[in-house]
C-alpha cells in the first residue's frame, strides 16, 4: 500500500512540476520592457515600491500588494528588477493577479 502510495504521490508531483514549468514559460514577459515584478510577500509597501523605482519606472499597481508593473531599458529591466529583489517577472497582459479589479460598471 505505501509503494503505491509513494508512487501516485510522485506521479501527481511530476504532473504540477510540469504544469508550473509550463506556466512559467508561458507567462514571460513578452515586451523586455514592461514586466510585472513580483516581490517579496513579506516586505513592506514602502520597500517593494523603494525596491522596483530602483529597477525602472514604476508604471502601475498589482492587485496584490508585492506586485510592481515596470517599465524601463528593455535591455537592463529584469536584470534590474531582479537585483532590487523581484522573486519573479511576469508578462503583466498573462498575470491575471496583476490586473486591477475592474470597477461594476465597466463593461467586458
Do not use: N
Request: with cysteine; aromatic share 6%; hydrophobic share 50%.
Amino acid at each position: 500500500m505505501a509503494t503505491i502510495l509513494s508512487s501516485v504521490a510522485l506521479g501527481v508531483s511530476g504532473a504540477l512540476l510540469g504544469l508550473f514549468a509550463a506556466v512559467a514559460v508561458e507567462a514571460q514577459p513578452r515586451t523586455p520592457g514592461r514586466v510585472a515584478a513580483i516581490f517579496p510577500p513579506w516586505w513592506s509597501s514602502a520597500r517593494i515600491f523603494g525596491a522596483a523605482g530602483t529597477a525602472g519606472d514604476i508604471a502601475d499597481a498589482g492587485g496584490a500588494p508585492f506586485i510592481v508593473i515596470l517599465r524601463g531599458d528593455p535591455a537592463r529591466l529584469s536584470e534590474r528588477a531582479r537585483e532590487a529583489g523581484a522573486l519573479l517577472l511576469l508578462d503583466p497582459a498573462l498575470a491575471g493577479v496583476c490586473a486591477r479589479p475592474s470597477s461594476p460598471d465597466a463593461t467586458p
